[in-house]
């Protein structure tokens, strides 16, 4: 499924936002997470379970509000079978309320993660394994993780290579091979210069507040899509309402 269908789905929604699971226990309701455990004791499944309920009840807040679900793998791997049955389940139920489904699983060998993961619309590659981690059939899309929040990051990803930083040169070469562009970044100098050197890339943002994400999106309110992960725990639907509506503050989708 291509980038477009995403683009469609946001210009419907009139709102470029996307739900982002990603949870932490500590994070979790309580009293959920006492149920599961009164139930299973305190063992993975209990934590997993709790996961599974909590992405329920998030996605039905924000059914018919939001054009895309972005998973975050690995804070369900944590859990072992227990988790990646959680995220399959997740992806699922995500793919069956309408949302473009995005797992963020950094893969460098794509194809194996989407036979595992049948109802994925698009997954995170890592850039380093080169080209190959963008060959994906035409019914799935990849978003090239350039950027990462990581505290070290810039140890790497901030190296010259030539008269650019290094994630910017990766992104160039990741732009060529047709992928989205991935950034976990709250700095708008960032997203300038990506959207700068990748004018064409669709961007997918995370750690960033709508004011800096207003410098990915072109006239229209095209090109990009802004992760907000603190949905997940209000699994409310008047919060996704404000979000949609602080968003329209900054950005206008046509």
């Known amino acids: 499924m291509s980038i477009q269908v995403l683009q469609e789905k946001i210009r419907a929604k009139k709102t470029p936002i996307a739900l982002g699971l990603c949870p932490e226990v500590a994070q979790l309701n309580a009293r959920v997470l006492k149920n599961f455990a009164d139930m299973y004791g305190d063992c993975p499944m209990a934590k997993s379970e709790a996961m599974r309920y909590q992405g329920c009840q998030a996605l039905e807040a924000a059914a018919d509000k939001l054009p895309a679900v972005v998973l975050k793998a690995e804070n369900y791997l944590r859990f072992g079978a227990m988790g990646f049955d959680v995220l399959v389940n997740l992806t699922g139920i995500a793919k069956s309320r309408g949302f473009y489904t995005i797992v963020d ?115 229209y309110g095209h090109g990009a899509l802004v992760v907000d992960d603190t949905l997940q725990y209000a699994a409310d639907a008047a919060a996704v309402d404000d979000a949609v509506k602080a968003m329209k503050h900054w950005v206008s989708v046509m």
């Open 105 to 219: 699983c950094r893969a460098s060998l794509p194809e194996a993660w989407l036979e595992g993961l049948a109802n994925a619309d698009a997954i995170t590659v890592n850039p380093y394994a080169g080209g190959d981690c963008c060959a994906v059939d035409d019914d799935h899309a990849v978003f090239a993780v350039v950027r990462t929040a990581n505290v070290s990051s810039c140890d790497v990803q901030n190296l010259m290579s030539g008269d650019r930083r290094l994630y910017l040169a990766v992104a160039d070469q990741m732009a060529r091979h047709g992928a989205g562009l991935m950034a976990e970044t709250g700095y708008s100098l960032d997203i300038k210069e990506l959207r700068k050197r990748c004018d064409k890339s669709f961007l997918l943002l995370t750690h960033c507040d709508s004011e800096n994400a207003v410098h990915a999106f072109d006239d």
